[in-house]
């Protein structure tokens, strides 16, 4: 190959040019990304380790958090985001990042899509130049290539809506003109560049938000809010906040650097003055407040989503940060995505092996961080669960670590979700799209990559990822009283304050705290550092699959992943076991299972 060019969807404006970084694997940012280095922190990916600063970077899409845009845009204002962004397929959250960058700090980095066709051609390419007009070159020569020409400034939104077959009601227009104040005027204006670039033609109300934004990236997370929160900005709908980067009450006493603490408790506070409520929980599914079934709703955190969509049947789109607010000041979001019921149908149909015997709750976030690697972007219905019985507990646990590998915006198992009675209802009829049938060598596979660790001594036992429940506070608690934990193991929990305060109503939060586990709310384990994490810990383990993915990139450590039963046992000696679950040992008398 000596040079080809082709014609890219532009999802932001600019030119660029650079040495090509390129993977067929999607990559979230947050988790993924260091926000202050470039670096690929994502130790499950083919990227691993290398630095996207100044290079033109080739994924299929973004996955995972929501948190990804805030992440992209962190590293745009720092100085240290790629060239450009080059999509197989159009990505919301890294969309958005770019977009706020340009809008608010004006601040450009281009994002396109080129469909599948075109980016396997990237493949062989070393060197990529894009051009304001969307034409993409490639070339398997490392050396540069003539520069591209420069951007040509984007008319202004106001002047475009029109153009784009979008028609704005008297009430939106005016929000548009600025007649509720400067913030809900940006705020629009992202809400309808957002709109524009998911083919929506019109705007529909919501009932309620959750945002997930108000996570400390760095300045720039800081910057974005308090600047909404100095523009007057107030949301229009009740709003919850997701968890936030500390102990917004117990930081000092936890250690937290102040360089770290203060602006973290800042950005959190600048939500509340914006009329947000201070729930600083990543479930918000388990509050007094959660939706009802078919009410139109903007919720941000990538788990959280996932659970309203598929366990609830509320309606909500994957926000990405910084959107979220600003559906939340204006009270309007695109119609399209998960709002528009056909949207909402599988396209993967996956089939479950029968296993050895019966699982434990480890299996639920084991299948799910598989299938998540599955779906890819695909709405999947999984077979083989309908006489099983998974607790809201276990879908929660599912629900998480699918979010985490996957970038779909739910999931369907048959008999157990709301809208997959049978498999052909959440198949809306049709046909799948594909179908593939899980095996007992995948499940391993995918067991031996969560549960990665070398060593058997752990250090420190991470639980509440997502923020725990009542039920499992109970259960813990049980799993707990009347054992000794291990002196050289810390035990650490983290759970919102609405189950932080039932739990302690019901007498369970007394014995976990007994046991010596140190209780930690408002913020989540995809948050924690040192020294919650202590410094010489090597090792941590967990019952949570998004965890178990995301820690050994966010702290360094090596991971063990088992049973919430394991991982009490384990503070308890201070040792995993390192055996398998009996469930994921193939039965020679089970040849489905060994298939």
């Given amino acids: 190959m000596s040079s080809q060019t082709m014609t890219a969807c532009q999802l932001t404006g600019g030119s660029a040019q650079g040495p090509l970084l390129?993977?067929?694997?999607?990559?979230?940012?947050?988790?993924?990304?260091?926000?202050?280095?470039?670096?690929?922190?994502?130790?499950?990916?083919?990227?691993?380790?290398?630095?996207?600063t100044g290079r033109?970077?080739?994924?299929?899409?973004?996955?995972?958090?929501?948190?990804?845009?805030?992440?992209?845009?962190?590293?745009?204002?720092?100085?240290?985001?790629?060239?450009?962004?080059?999509?197989?397929?159009?990505d919301e959250i890294l969309a958005l990042g770019a977009i706020v960058a340009e809008l608010v700090f004006g601040q450009q980095l281009p994002v396109v899509s080129v469909g599948?066709?075109?980016?396997?051609?990237?493949?062989?390419?070393?060197?990529?130049?894009?051009?304001?007009?969307?034409?993409?070159?490639?070339?398997?020569?490392?050396?540069?290539?003539?520069?591209p020409p420069l951007a040509t400034p984007e008319a202004p939104l106001a002047s475009v809506e029109a153009s784009h077959g979008f028609q704005l009601n008297p009430a939106d227009q005016a929000i548009l003109d600025g007649a509720e104040g400067k913030a809900r005027q940006v705020a629009m204006q992202i809400v309808l560049r957002m709109a524009r670039l998911q083919g929506a033609t019109e705007l529909i109300d919501v009932v309620q938000a959750h945002i997930d934004g108000c996570i400390y990236t760095g300045s720039a997370s800081l910057r974005f809010a308090s600047q909404l929160r100095d523009w007057g900005g107030k949301v229009k709908i009740p709003t919850t906040l997701n968890s936030i980067s500390v102990d917004q009450r117990r930081w000092r006493a936890l250690g937290i650097d102040p360089a770290f603490g203060e602006p973290a408790s800042a950005l959190a506070q600048a939500y509340v003055d914006m009329g947000a409520q201070a729930s600083f929980t990543c479930a918000p599914y388990l509050l007094d407040s959660a939706p009802?079934?078919?009410?139109?709703?903007?919720?941000?955190?990538?788990?959280?989503?996932?659970?309203?969509?598929?366990?609830?049947?509320?309606?909500?789109?994957?926000?990405?940060?910084?959107?979220?607010?600003?559906?939340?000041?204006t009270g309007r979001a695109p119609r399209a995505g998960c709002h528009l019921i056909e949207n909402r149908r599988a396209t993967l149909q996956v089939h479950l092996p029968v296993l050895p015997a019966a699982p434990d709750d480890a299996f639920y976030p084991l299948l799910g961080y598989l299938v998540g690697l599955l779906a890819g972007s695909r709405i999947p219905v999984i077979c083989g669960l309908e006489s099983?019985?998974?607790?809201?507990?276990?879908?929660?646990?599912?629900?998480?670590?699918?979010?985490?590998?996957?970038?779909?915006?739910?999931?369907?198992?048959?008999?157990?979700?709301?809208?997959?009675?049978?498999a052909q209802a959440a198949l809306a009829g049709l046909p799948p799209e594909a179908q593939h049938h899980l095996t007992l060598v995948e499940l391993l596979q995918a067991w031996r990559e969560l549960d990665s660790a070398t060593e058997t001594q752990v250090d420190l036992v991470a639980l509440g990822n997502p923020h725990f429940s009542e039920t499992e506070c109970a259960a813990l608690a049980q799993l707990l009283k009347g054992?000794?934990?291990?002196?050289?193991?810390?035990?650490?929990?983290?759970?919102?304050?609405?189950?932080?305060?039932?739990?302690?109503?019901?007498?369970?939060?007394?014995?976990?705290?007994?046991?010596g586990v140190n209780v930690i709310t408002d913020t989540?384990?995809?948050?924690l550092e040192e020294p919650v994490v202590p410094v010489a810990a090597r090792v941590i383990m967990t019952n949570s699959g998004k965890y178990a993915h995301y820690a050994p990139g966010l702290t360094g450590r090596q991971v063990h992943f088992g049973s919430l039963a394991a991982c009490a046992q384990t503070a308890c000696t201070g040792q995993a076991t390192g055996l398998l679950p009996t469930w994921l040992q193939p039965d020679p008398a089970n040849a489905c299972a060994r298939s």
Wanted: glycine share 8%.
């Fill in 56 to 90: 033109v970077l080739a994924i299929p899409s973004g996955r995972g958090s929501c948190t990804g845009s805030s992440v992209l845009m962190e590293i745009i204002l720092n100085g240290h985001g790629p060239a450009a962004l080059v999509l197989e397929q159009p």
């Fill in 22 to 52: 390129y993977s067929d694997t999607p990559l979230s940012f947050w988790g993924g990304v260091h926000p202050a280095t470039g670096e690929v922190i994502d130790r499950h990916h083919p990227l691993s380790s290398n630095i996207i």
């Fill in 524 to 527: 989540c384990w995809c948050m």
């Fill in 483 to 515: 054992h000794q934990r291990h002196p050289n193991t810390a035990i650490v929990l983290t759970l919102g304050r609405a189950v932080s305060e039932r739990a302690e109503r019901n007498g369970d939060l007394a014995v976990i705290k007994a046991f």
């Fill in 388 to 422: 099983a019985r998974p607790s809201l507990d276990d879908l929660k646990a599912f629900g998480a670590a699918f979010a985490t590998t996957s970038a779909a915006p739910m999931f369907h198992i048959v008999n157990v979700t709301p809208e997959a009675p049978s």
């Fill in 116 to 147: 599948a066709e075109a980016f396997a051609k990237l493949h062989d390419a070393r060197w990529v130049s894009l051009s304001a007009n969307g034409q993409l070159t490639i070339s398997s020569d490392p050396e540069p290539m003539a520069a």
């Fill in 292 to 329: 009802k079934a078919g009410e139109e709703i903007v919720w941000g955190e990538s788990n959280a989503v996932v659970y309203a969509n598929s366990v609830l049947g509320a309606h909500t789109a994957k926000y990405a940060d910084f959107l979220d607010i600003c559906i939340a000041l």
